[in-house]
């Protein structure tokens, strides 16, 4: 009885510990996977979760950026960016829409911010200047 119970509940312990989702960052304690610096900013955080699993915080999305440049042996599943209209809130930051604009400093300096929406990255671009990038664009431009 003992010997079945393990083989019906190791499958079961299995998937549970390979559960692919965000983690929550944990302002004011979590530190960046990159640069080692407490994570407080709520409008620039970013977070890599690979095929097993693994999540990676940053306090920055480029932090983020620069790791996956400098490691490209990891298998992301999930990009995330927190969204700047909404501070906290991850979203697939393959979807994003980014501006780098000099008058919204983002913790490594590289004026890089995220966006849901392309509305509101267009929104935030009349007001602060800048210029658009998408995903596979700002991946170029942080690759160069």
């Given at each position: 009885?003992?010997?079945?119970?393990?083989?019906?509940?190791?499958?079961?312990?299995?998937?549970?510990?390979?559960?692919?989702?965000?983690?929550?960052?944990?302002?004011?304690?979590?530190?960046?996977?990159?640069?080692t610096m407490t994570i407080v900013d709520h409008q620039h955080a970013a977070?890599?979760?690979?095929?097993?699993?693994?999540?990676?915080?940053?306090?920055?999305?480029?932090?983020?950026?620069?790791?996956?440049?400098?490691?490209?042996?990891?298998?992301?599943?999930?990009?995330?960016?927190?969204?700047?209209?909404?501070?906290?809130?991850?979203?697939?930051?393959?979807?994003?829409?980014?501006?780098?604009?000099?008058?919204?400093?983002?913790?490594?300096?590289?004026?890089?911010?995220?966006?849901?929406?392309?509305?509101?990255?267009?929104k935030t671009k009349m007001k602060y200047e800048g210029k658009l990038y998408?995903?596979?664009?700002?991946?170029?431009?942080?690759?160069?």
């Amino acid at each position: 009885m003992k010997k079945q119970f393990v083989f019906l509940f190791l499958p079961v312990l299995f998937l549970l510990a390979c559960n692919i989702s965000p983690q929550p960052i944990n302002y004011g304690e979590d530190a960046c996977h990159y640069c080692t610096m407490t994570i407080v900013d709520h409008q620039h955080a970013a977070q890599i979760v690979t095929d097993k699993g693994k999540a990676y915080k940053f306090d920055a999305i480029e932090c983020m950026l620069n790791y996956l440049r400098e490691n490209k042996n990891v298998n992301p599943e999930l990009y995330l960016v927190t969204d700047f209209m909404n501070p906290g809130e991850l979203i697939d930051a393959t979807k994003a829409t980014y501006l780098i604009s000099k008058n919204i400093p983002s913790p490594m300096g590289a004026y890089l911010s995220a966006f849901h929406t392309k509305e509101a990255a267009d929104k935030t671009k009349m007001k602060y200047e800048g210029k658009l990038y998408t995903w596979e664009e700002i991946l170029d431009y942080f690759n160069k």
